[in-house]
T-cell receptor
């Protein structure tokens, strides 16, 4: 069965510093990986996805993620954090087995960026 | 224009009542979903419809009944509400079939349900 793990409940970083939000995955076939962000009292917003191709994926708001097959990781990164990046971040994997329509989300990591 | 909209935004009701949540998307997508987010922010899929047909039905009590009158709408009806149903319910849509199931999901703003 497909699964994702976000080992950190919370990440704290100072504004202007680089940030990393960790995600590891377990899949039986090719991994299809996503990152979403949820701001308070809002729905999830898509940030980026890895389907195939370059291991470094660039997304919205200056975020990027690196797909590492040997470490089964898909960490989310940003070179310089902003206070407005403070939110809840979800890593997700798409289960292609069930017609490709089931997304399994990690437990989420809350990012706090301090000014 | 809102891409995925849900009504109502907030719903406070008594145990045992029946309630419905509506979802509409204007993105032309063929696949719609319902997710439940609990108090710990854990997000889990409940149902998925592709072209008005139910394709995913997770282990959800049969008090929950989705209905898709057309590709742009997916409603959720809940019978005999229980305290444990209190959560935030998110609707989402994606272009499923043409994208091989890998279309990006777009989420609605959520419906905050509180059962007293």
């Amino acid at each position: 069965a497909q699964s994702v793990a976000q080992p950190e409940d919370q990440v704290n970083v100072a504004e202007g510093n680089p940030l990393t939000v960790k995600c590891t995955y377990s899949v039986s076939g090719n991994p299809y990986l996503f990152w979403y962000v949820q701001y308070p009292n809002r729905g999830l917003q898509f940030l980026l996805k890895y389907i195939t191709g370059d291991n470094l994926v660039k997304g919205s708001y200056g975020f990027e993620a690196e797909f590492n097959k040997s470490q089964t990781s898909f960490h989310l990164k940003k070179p310089s954090a902003l206070v407005s990046d403070s939110a809840l971040y979800f890593c997700a994997v798409r289960d292609i087995g069930t017609g490709g329509f089931k997304t399994i989300f990690g437990a989420g990591t809350r990012l706090f960026v301090k000014a | 224009d809102t891409a995925v909209s849900q009504t109502p935004k907030y719903l406070v009701t008594q145990m045992g009542n029946d309630k419905s949540i509506k979802c509409e998307q204007n993105l032309g997508h063929d696949t719609m979903y319902w997710y439940k987010q609990d108090s710990k922010k854990f997000l889990k899929i409940m149902f998925s419809y592709n072209n008005k047909e139910l394709i995913i039905n997770e282990t959800v009590p049969n008090r929950f009944s989705p209905k898709s009158p057309d590709k742009a709408h997916l409603n959720l009806h809940i019978n005999s509400l229980e305290l444990g149903d209190s959560a935030v319910y998110f609707c989402a849509s994606s272009q499923g079939s043409l994208a091989g199931g890998l279309g990006t999901q777009y989420f609605g703003p959520g419906t905050r349900l509180l059962v007293l």
